[in-house]
């Protein structure tokens, strides 16, 4: 998957682009953290996001962990696969493991990291 | 401040490939190498194979053995056969579970008691009051490996490389040969609800051993497949299901404890507890919908508080989370309960366990 546009957050979370239609879910360090994933509770499509909210919930048998919007929108889609087969997250975190689509409501925080800073965020934790 | 934590001779290769390492009673444990998921059904459908070599092995040897072992452990140990190995309870003086035990008996008077990587410090200590200088007692675990290899292709896969017919191997049964020309002793005993052998090597032949299996095709497992698979077997883990402030009765492990069979450790509470019914009761609960109970969430009763979960997690066999814990005996009638899982109840039926029962022929 090619991620040379993605933005990260802190919380490991990832968009796709800093504005317009974009797709969001969480990072390779996130779901490595979190094990084998079991559910991920989403928003319906139409439902507003803001940057640093909480959009849903994904749990692993690990743990249940809160999901934060990167940046603020409107759910446009949801992964629909993600309930028969949630562990695309694991396998696939940034192509078919996307959790939603959002119609971006302004342009995404230039706190977001680019891929080379996150990673190396990541790696000192 | 905590001494590192031990590394089995198995320790390099895990971390070969890739495993996630945890620790684990003290000791560096591979948690998983690709996926929970993935590990667990490879030992459901096909072969997996564990390296259990933290847990902890005691030889007792001499005349005076038996009767010793009778008195430290709740289950009855006397009518065991060369070559059987039998479930029990560890019990202190208050009825409380130290540990749970596999007793072996290789021969007339020698047993080795194989217990918990935790709790092997207490077990230890027990064992040497309670026996004293009754007969010889060794704790042999540094110079044996353990190597679980399990699942419905365990015996296929291990068969060509075994110097004795494995098939003839009751459950709970042992029997002493060679793999690929290394001594070892073949357990049919496992910890996952699937048959398979529990491998005892030594630990100069670990790696030896844990190679030949893996190349035959076993899938190397971590304890977090080795959770989900106890858990949906309906098996109790030392240490968190059961531990000193839980006894054997109301814990569900009724059938371990021998009250009949003279003196042990614990025999005058559990004898009390039993007149006077337990004050808990240990029950299996389905969680609906998607919600996983864990360790520590309130169970309750119609709203009333009532117990606490103390292992839950998502079974991949039955596909649903499972949980199981204790409930006050005021409530033990329930046919369901709500499990508090991060403040929400949600709704669980109660069931027998197991979870899941393998198929059998």
Request: with cysteine.
């Amino acid at each position: 998957m090619d991620t040379s546009g993605y933005r990260f957050s802190k919380t490991h979370e990832w968009v796709s682009g800093p504005s317009g239609k974009v797709r969001v879910g969480i990072t390779e360090h996130a779901q490595s953290q979190l094990g084998d994933v079991i559910f991920v509770e989403l928003p319906q499509p139409g439902a507003e996001v803001s940057a640093g909210g909480k959009f849903g919930v994904i749990e692993s048998v690990k743990a249940a962990s809160d999901l934060y919007a990167p940046a603020s929108g409107k759910v446009t889609a949801v992964n629909e696969k993600l309930a028969q087969n949630p562990e695309l997250v694991n396998n696939d975190p940034y192509g078919d493991g996307w959790m939603i689509e959002l119609e971006l409501s302004e342009p995404a925080s230039a706190e977001l990291l680019e891929e080379a800073a996150y990673l190396e965020y990541a790696s000192s934790l | 401040m905590s001494p590192d934590p031990q590394r089995t001779p198995l320790y390099d290769r895990h971390v070969e490939a890739g495993a996630q390492m945890v620790e684990f009673g003290g000791w560096s444990m591979p948690l998983q190498y690709t996926s929970m998921r993935e590990e667990h059904l490879a030992v459901r459908n096909d072969c997996g194979v564990f390296d259990v070599s933290h847990m902890g092995e005691v030889h007792l040897t001499g005349p005076g053995a038996l009767e010793a072992l009778e008195r430290a452990v709740t289950n009855r140990v006397a009518d065991l056969a060369p070559g059987q190995a039998r479930y029990t309870l560890i019990c202190d003086e208050a009825g409380g579970i130290i540990d749970d035990a596999l007793v072996y008996r290789p021969a007339e008077d020698i047993f080795t008691v194989v217990v918990n990587a935790g709790p092997r410090p207490k077990d230890v200590a027990h064992l040497r009051e309670v026996i004293g200088g009754a007969c010889d007692m060794v704790d042999i675990t540094d110079q044996v490996a353990l190597v679980a290899v399990q699942g419905p292709r365990a015996l296929e896969l291990l068969q060509p490389m075994a110097s004795i017919e494995l098939a003839p191997i009751g459950y709970y049964h042992f029997a002493e040969g060679e793999l690929n020309g290394l001594k070892a002793t073949f357990s049919r005993t496992g910890y996952t609800g699937e048959d398979g052998f529990e491998l005892f090597v030594d630990s100069e032949n670990a790696v030896a051993v844990w190679d030949a299996v893996v190349s035959a095709g076993a899938r190397p497992c971590g304890l977090g497949a080795r959770d989900t698979l106890r858990l949906e077997a309906g098996m109790r883990l030392s240490g968190q299901d059961i531990d000193e402030t839980t006894n054997p009765l109301e814990a569900g492990l009724g059938w371990a404890v021998k009250l009949d069979k003279g003196d042990f450790v614990g025999r005058e509470v559990l004898l009390r507890v039993k007149a006077d019914g337990p004050a808990r009761a240990f029950i299996g609960l389905l969680p609906e919908g998607r919600a996983i109970a864990r360790h520590g969430n309130a169970i309750t009763d119609a709203g009333a508080p009532a117990g606490e979960v103390t292992s839950g997690t998502y079974g991949f066999t039955v596909g649903r989370a499972v949980a199981t814990g204790y409930v006050d005996a005021g409530h033990r009638q329930s046919e369901s309960y709500q499990v508090v899982v991060r403040d929400q109840p949600v709704n669980a039926q109660r069931v027998p366990l197991p979870f899941y029962r393998r198929p059998r022929d």
